[in-house]
Nanobody, 124 residues
């Protein structure tokens, strides 16, 4: 089992940047694929980005592709999401998620473990 704690959210102006961090517990972190999922008010959870166990493979939602970078540091049990050129439509609670697989998924439903989320608000 793995526990996840997100940080790095906040209020930023349109065009700004944020780096979200996710700290994972457990000694088997490198055996999990990781993802970021967001949920805006009144909307369903939306896949944002995912990364496989080694960091060699990444996926992005079309809505953030080219503006975001997911990365991981298995030695530190950390996952990051660098978001640039932020837009008001990026406003949401961002969740870090873990999947008991070496391979990531674009489906939020395939992740078994979730953090509590961190709020990102982009002002226009």
């Amino acid at each position: 089992q793995v526990q996840l704690v997100e940080s790095g959210g906040g209020l930023v102006q349109t065009g700004g940047s944020l780096r979200l961090s996710c700290a994972a517990s457990g000694r088997t972190f490198s055996s999990y694929a990781m993802g970021w999922v967001r949920q805006a008010p009144g909307k369903e959870r939306e896949f944002v980005a995912a990364i496989n166990w080694s960091g060699s493979s990444t996926y992005y939602a079309d809505s953030v592709k080219g503006r975001s970078t997911i990365s991981r540091d298995n030695a530190k049990n950390m996952v990051y999401l660098q978001m640039n050129s932020l837009k008001p439509e990026d406003t949401a609670v961002y969740y870090c998620a873990a999947r008991r697989s070496y391979y990531s998924s674009k489906s939020a439903h395939e992740y078994e473990y979730w953090g509590q989320g961190t709020q990102v608000t982009v002002s226009s």
